[in-house]
């Protein structure tokens, strides 16, 4: 026991202390993350030291250095996974064709969030994105807007 109390977890450690593996082969951070859902790690907590996306570690941690200029694309597109194998240095143009909001995945599918289907008179295509939108999700947004009243203003 040093003066402060229990001698600090290596990195490693307090890492694998905070991962489960599923059956699927993701291995899941399972403690914090940021807004968006990324797990979030701190390097040396005793000393107050910056904060590392557990993904970014894992696979710097396991594979080598990022290349400069390369984002990491989680190929299974589960963005809590830390599995190396998961992960593949993309540019970020690439990556962000490959997300889930892309128009390419868009594009594969058939049904909105909802479940309702994106085709014949259902589907809207947004000009100029190519977009790809669901009507009655549309109708059903714009029911509970409430409405301006169209009178004159005094």
Same mark, same amino acid.
């Not at 490693?12 to 403690?31: M, N, Q, V």
């Not at 696979?59 to 390369?70: C, K, M, S, T």
């Not at 984002?71 to 190396?84: A, E, I, Q, W, Y």
């Given at each position: 026991?040093?003066?402060?109390?229990?001698?600090?977890?290596?990195?490693?450690?307090?890492?694998?202390?905070?991962?489960?593996?599923?059956?699927?082969?993701?291995?899941?951070?399972?403690?914090?993350?940021?807004?968006?859902?990324?797990?979030?790690?701190?390097?040396?907590?005793?000393?107050?030291?910056?904060?590392?996306?557990?993904?970014?570690?894992?696979?710097?941690?396991?594979?080598?250095?990022?290349?400069?200029?390369?984002?990491?694309?989680?190929?299974?597109?589960?963005?809590? *996974?830390?599995?190396?194998?998961?992960?593949?240095?993309?540019?970020?143009?690439?990556?962000?064709?490959?997300?889930?909001?892309?128009?390419?995945?868009?594009?594969?599918?058939?049904? *909105?969030?909802?479940?309702?289907?994106?085709?014949?008179?259902?589907?809207?295509?947004?000009?100029?994105?190519?977009?790809?939108?669901?009507?009655?999700?549309?109708?059903?947004?714009?029911?509970?807007?409430?409405?301006?009243?169209?009178?004159?203003?005094?």
């Amino acid at each position: 026991m040093g003066l402060r109390g229990p001698k600090a977890k290596a990195v490693i450690d307090r890492f694998a202390a905070k991962i489960a593996l599923t059956d699927s082969g993701c291995i899941e951070w399972i403690a914090g993350t940021n807004g968006v859902g990324y797990g979030v790690m701190r390097l040396n907590p005793e000393n107050g030291s910056r904060k590392s996306y557990a993904h970014r570690w894992s696979y710097e941690h396991h594979i080598g250095p990022i290349p400069d200029g390369l984002h990491l694309d989680h190929l299974c597109r589960n963005t809590v *996974c830390v599995n190396p194998e998961h992960l593949e240095p993309v540019t970020q143009r690439e990556n962000a064709l490959r997300g889930i909001g892309s128009p390419a995945v868009n594009a594969a599918k058939s049904h *909105c969030l909802r479940g309702h289907p994106l085709a014949d008179n259902n589907l809207r295509i947004e000009p100029g994105t190519g977009y790809r939108k669901c009507r009655t999700c549309a109708q059903i947004r714009d029911a509970k807007r409430p409405r301006r009243s169209r009178g004159k203003k005094t």
